[in-house]
T-cell receptor
Framework: DTGVSQNPRHKITKRGQNVTFRCDPI?????LYWYRQTLGQGPEFLTY????????KSRLLSDRFSAERPKGSFSTLEIQRTEQGDSAMYLC??????????FGPGTRLTVT | AQSVTQLDSQVPVFEEAPVELRCNYS??????LFWYVQYPNQGLQLLLK??????LVKGINGFEAEFKKSETSFHLTKPSAHMSDAAEYFC?????????????FGSGTRLSIRP
């Protein structure tokens, strides 16, 4: 069990550029979650996959955001036409049941 | 709608002193309750969880929490703080049998330990 990994750990981009983050969950976990965390706040739910199906999306997830989980393994989160307000820590978590989530270290996005 | 409130954004304690991090929630239905800890540059880690049964739950690193339904609280305690306990702590509430979007995190409490 190598835990949840996320890449890159840090990303600096200019406003208007597209960025993509990757999350590799714990291999036997079928549930995968994306959260966004800003300074001084707790994580906010973005989207949820069960296997390859995206079952839930938050209202926070504007049409500039898209997430995929092909084949029910790793997941990607893409942000198009980034804005300064997108600067945050993006967290990925996976779980085998509804009771405990295992979090990755996060990807810190800075939009300049 | 459910919500969770962590009453203190920062809690400083002396080493070996007792720790209490407060958490209150609101929900119209039954809930699951969790505490997660976030160390610098690391992912969030589950400390303990309340699903049902005994209202006093024990977690890792000597922490425990008591679910008090009448007070809608789930405060985290430890009898004696260690320097290694310095971290951010998040209280989480999830309505039972609900969707992933109903997992709500508090805003966090930063615990600092003074020697």
């Amino acid at each position: 069990d190598t835990g949840v990994s996320q890449n890159p750990r840090h990303k600096i981009t200019k406003r208007g550029q597209n960025v993509t983050f990757r999350c590799d969950p714990i291999s036997e976990h079928n549930r995968l979650y994306w959260y966004r965390q800003t300074l001084g706040q707790g994580p906010e739910f973005l989207t949820y996959f069960q296997n390859e199906a995206q079952l839930e999306k938050s209202r926070l997830l504007s049409d500039r955001f898209s997430a995929e989980r092909p084949k029910g393994s790793f997941s990607t989160l893409e942000i198009q036409r980034t804005e300064q307000g997108d600067s945050a820590m993006y967290l990925c978590a996976s779980s085998g049941d509804v009771y405990e989530q295992y979090f990755g270290p996060g990807t810190r996005l800075t939009v300049t | 709608a459910q919500s969770v409130t962590q009453l203190d954004s920062q809690v400083p304690v002396f080493e070996e002193a007792p720790v209490e991090l407060r958490c209150n929630y609101s929900s119209s239905v039954s809930v699951y309750l969790f505490w997660y800890v976030q160390y610098p540059n690391q992912g969030l880690q589950l400390l303990l969880k309340y699903l049902s049964g005994s209202t006093l739950v024990k977690g890792i690193n000597g922490f425990e929490a008591e679910f008090k339904k009448s007070e809608t609280s789930f405060h985290l305690t430890k009898p004696s703080a260690h320097m290694s306990d310095a971290a951010e702590y998040f209280c989480v509430v999830s309505e039972t049998y609900s969707s992933a979007s109903k997992i709500i995190f508090g805003s966090g409490t930063r615990l600092s330990i003074r020697p």
